[in-house]
């Protein structure tokens, strides 16, 4: 019989630092690496000089995200006072890239196929036929969200609180982001994203790039938008 002496218990303390992720230092080991992507951008709705350098800022974002989440895990997590201090600073920081970053993915992977066709019997036509009434309904809504936003990003997610699809603008990367969304198709409407060979005509720009929507990819979005419906229900 095993004497209670013998029993090896583990230091509770020590057990709870290990589920949080605590180092020994007391630190939370918090950062990650994220890795730069690449996109098949063949349209020649955009000029090569646009997509090289938008490609390149998208490369920016992912060096100053990487920078931030190895500053998190040696951040001094007690502020001066509410609202301020360094940790503030970085995770206001962290989320503005952490959604340009991804934001950008999905929108190089969601845009420039020249022989772009969706079809009546896809999930990506039928979702938006069910939440929005027509197909033509979504675009024309789509494109009044792409031109309302100031500079920012126009995006059709699923809302896992209204369980169904939606139109959303956002001015910048961290601004009308609604919570619990998940994106599907996203058009970026920066303005480093169309000046260059659209001037100041926006409205041209967004029909260029929905002429072009990459439906394969956007259907998959669709299928694991329902997935995520499925397991609310």
Not at 124 to 130: A, C, D, G, Q, V
Not at 169 to 180: C, E, H, N, Q, R
Request: aromatic share 12%; net charge negative.
């Amino acid at each position: 019989m095993t004497k209670p002496s013998e029993i090896n218990i583990p230091n509770l303390s020590e057990q709870i630092r290990g589920d949080l992720g605590l180092n020994k230092s007391g630190q939370l080991d918090e950062s990650y690496v994220a890795m730069i992507k690449k996109f098949n951008l063949t349209t020649e709705l955009l000029s090569p000089k646009a997509k090289s350098a938008h490609i390149d800022l998208y490369k920016e974002d992912i060096e100053q995200l990487n920078k931030v989440s190895a500053q998190l895990d040696t951040a001094n997590r007690l502020g001066t006072a509410v609202g301020l201090g360094p940790y503030r600073a970085l995770k206001f920081t962290e989320v503005e890239l952490l959604n340009s970053v991804y934001l950008h993915e999905l929108y190089f992977a969601n845009i420039s196929d020249p022989h772009s066709q969706i079809n009546m019997n896809t999930l990506s036509y039928m979702r938006l036929e069910r939440d929005f009434g027509k197909f033509d309904d979504w675009q024309f809504d789509m494109i009044a969200c792409a031109m309302s936003a100031q500079n920012g990003w126009a995006v059709t997610g699923y809302s896992t609180f209204l369980q169904r699809f939606v139109n959303f603008f956002m001015d910048g990367d961290k601004a009308s982001m609604p919570v619990g969304m998940y994106p599907v198709i996203v058009i970026d409407v920066h303005e480093h994203a169309y000046f260059r060979d659209y001037l100041n005509d926006r409205k041209a720009y967004v029909y260029a790039m929905m002429k072009e929507l990459r439906w394969d990819v956007i259907e998959e979005r669709f299928k694991r938008a329902d997935g995520i419906a499925a397991t609310l229900r």
